[in-house]
């Protein structure tokens, strides 16, 4: 069983700045695919970053080049660092961890982008 827990979400002006993080319990963080997502009321949770286990990244057009997602596995993890927020960015933000074709989420933290 893994646990993620999110923290880092707030409110914060249009083109400000938060970072995400997401610890995960258990001994096995480096064998996993990290990713973050966002859902927005009334939307569906859609994919935001993902990084796999070797480190290789990816993005939705919609923050490409804003948001960058990092690992770091000595402290078992994950960040979404996400900058020139806008207003549509607001969501609740969660931490999702694969391995085995399993997925394991976190509770999710709020971030709220005001114009």
């Known amino acids: 069983q893994v646990q993620l827990v999110e923290s880092g979400g707030g409110l914060v002006q249009a083109g400000g700045s938060l970072r995400l993080s997401c610890a995960a319990s258990?001994?096995?963080?480096?064998?996993?695919?990290m990713a973050w997502y966002r859902q927005a009321p009334g939307k569906q949770r859609d994919l935001v970053a993902r990084?796999?286990?070797?480190?290789?990244?990816n993005y939705a057009d919609s923050v490409k080049g804003r948001f960058t997602i990092s690992r770091d596995n000595a402290k078992n993890t994950v960040y979404l660092q996400m900058n020139s927020l806008k207003p549509e960015d607001t969501s609740v933000y969660y931490c999702?961890?694969?391995?085995?074709?399993?997925?394991?989420w976190g509770q999710g933290t709020q971030v709220t982008v005001s114009s």
């Open positions: 999702a961890a694969t391995l085995f074709a399993y997925t394991y």
């Open positions: 258990g001994s096995i963080f480096s064998a996993m695919g």
């Open positions: 990084i796999t286990s070797g480190g290789s990244t």
